[in-house]
DNA sequence: GAATGAATATTTGTAGGCAAACAATAGGGA
DNA sequence: TCCCTATTGTTTGCCTACAAATATTCATTC
């Protein structure tokens, strides 16, 4: 008998004292959320393609969705801070996939603007970018998709 | 009247033709995931202190459930990769938290133990640790909560 | 117009996170 | 015993992610 706990005392209506014991890594959310992440990190790879990774996604489809817009703006739309952003920015333009350029209205600003090749792209992966989606939540009924969503989102 | 999609067709019982204007990124798992999972990075940051990163600390807390580990074995309870769990343990090293020998039994293994600093670190971050859970979770009722990390579990 | 404070962008440094290639060892089976 | 395969660990390279420091420009206020 090697147990550190034999017979905790109760004490106080119905509760237990809490105990270091209690902290197991494995049911902490934000450990789940690792995880989570992670098995969405790995069907987005099988899904994508074109060698296009989850935050250069999230800037091409934003693009889409509003047009141009400055670099640090786009940043705070898809929730990168200004030096990822910048990198993003950076590789998607090495692959022509965006262009930028100085603001003439404001000299701070850089506008950074989906090529007519990254429109295409983001065309043709929009869908599996769909599929992504439905796929990592398949192991869920749609109510509890639904659910998931609504509790992830007051969490955001 | 700009609109690309002025009166879409139905057809095919209720549903409506998926179109590409239907997806928006700040509804996408993956997305949400990832803010949600940023904003737990800011609680733990702000409560753990002592310069302990998220993983850095899973690896802290597995090692003090199950004690002394191989590097490798360490690396897939915490959900690490051989690359990533070296450098956690690296650096969890040079701090002296950690220490790491040859298991003398399989010349393969690395084996990774807290150190008495670690342990006493890893005793005293516990109770804030639990801490950052409560608090990441503390927009939902204790029942959203326990719903929201069955599902997410689902999806782990 | 000048001073001040906010916004934008860049750079550097540190830390995950993973793929891929590599070396060494362990464990079995022919 | 020898060979084959799996496991473990290391290294390199690329991509996020953020803090902190810096420079420039804008907007506001005096």
Redesign the interface.
């Known amino acids: 008998m090697t147990s550190r706990k034999p017979a905790p005392s109760r004490q106080g209506g119905n509760g237990r004292k ?1 105990d ?1 014991d ?4 494995d ?14 990190a790995v069907i ?1 790879d099988e899904l994508i393609g074109e060698g296009v990774t ?1 935050t250069q996604w ?1 800037a091409l ?2 693009l889409q ?1 509003i047009g141009p817009t400055s670099q640090n703006l786009l940043g705070r739309l ?2 990168m801070d200004a030096a990822t952003i910048k990198g993003v920015v950076l590789r998607l333009g090495k692959r022509q996939l965006v262009e930028t350029n100085p603001d003439p209205g404001d000299a701070r600003r850089l506008v950074v603007r989906l090529t007519e090749q990254g429109r295409r792209l983001t ?1 043709k992966l ?2 599996r ?2 599929a ?2 439905q796929v ?2 398949a ?2 009924t749609p109510e ?1 998709q639904t ?3 609504a ?6």
């Open positions: 809490p270091d209690d902290y197991v890594l049911s902490q959310v934000g450990f789940i959320l690792r995880q989570v992440s992670q098995r969405h987005f989850p999230a489809s934003k969705e898809t929730s065309r929009t869908p970018a769909a992504i989606s990592t939540m192991p869920l509890e659910r998931l969503l509790l992830l989102t007051k969490l955001r």
